[in-house]
């Protein structure tokens, strides 16, 4: 089964640091991967994915994320973090189990940017 | 372009008692997903629709959880009776045609629900 975790459940960083949110997968085959963010009482709002191609995806309000093969992992970042980021983050992966295409999710990490 | 729309937001209702929640996606999106994301955790699916026929349904509790998208657009979650442990937002999710699973899940707003 394709799973992803997200191994710190918070994450604290100061508004014009940068800032990391983890997330390392298990898959078979070629990985599918996604992060979503969450604010309160919202549904999930699509940042980026990767499906193929180029190590460094770039995705909305600024975000990044880098696909690591070796290192099975797919970090989301930002060069200079606001404090509007303040949110709760989603990996997530392509998950054919089922019969069908479902995204799989972590945990999830929510982030903290302080003034 | 209109998101996907989901109604109610809030629901409140006795265990043993029926809710229904309802879900308009994004125009022209064949793929139809609902969530259930109990609080603490993400998201896990429910049940994947292709037009009006099911994908997969294989973590559906179908005892007492039915969903329905009979024209292929708009869809009904149903849970029948309720337990305490139904107690989380329903999600709902739509994408293009999506086969090869490289289409972006777009969300609405959820549903919580909460039983008591």
């Known amino acids: 089964a394709q799973s992803v975790a997200q191994p710190e459940d918070q994450v604290n960083v100061a508004e014009g640091n940068p800032l990391t949110v983890k997330c390392t997968y298990s898959v078979s085959g070629n990985p599918y991967l996604f992060w979503y963010v969450q604010y309160p009482n919202r549904g999930l709002q699509f940042l980026l994915k990767?499906?193929?191609?180029d190590n460094l995806v770039k995705g909305s309000y600024g975000f990044e994320a880098e696909f690591n093969k070796s290192q099975t992992s797919f970090h989301l970042k930002k060069p200079s973090a606001l404090v509007s980021d303040s949110a709760l983050y989603f990996c997530?992966?392509?998950?054919w189990g089922g019969g069908g295409n479902k995204l799989t999710f972590g945990t999830g990490t929510q982030l903290k940017v302080e003034l | 372009e209109a998101g996907v729309a989901q109604s109610p937001r809030y629901k409140i209702i006795e265990k043993r008692q029926s809710v229904a929640f309802w879900c308009n996606p994004i125009s022209g999106h064949a793929t139809l997903y609902w969530y259930q994301q109990i609080l603490g955790q993400g998201p896990k699916l429910l049940i994947q629709f292709q037009n009006n026929g099911v994908v997969d349904d294989s973590q559906l509790p179908k005892d007492r959880f039915s969903a329905e998208r009979l024209k292929g657009v708009d869809s009904t979650l149903k849970i029948q009776p309720a337990k305490l442990e139904d107690s989380a937002v329903y999600l709902c999710?739509?994408?293009?045609?999506?086969?090869?699973?490289?289409?972006?899940?777009?969300f609405g707003p959820g549903t919580r629900l909460l039983v008591l």
């Open positions: 990767y499906i193929t191609g």
């Open positions: 997530a992966v392509r998950d």
């Open positions: 999710a739509s994408s293009l045609s999506n086969p090869g699973g490289q289409e972006t899940q777009y």
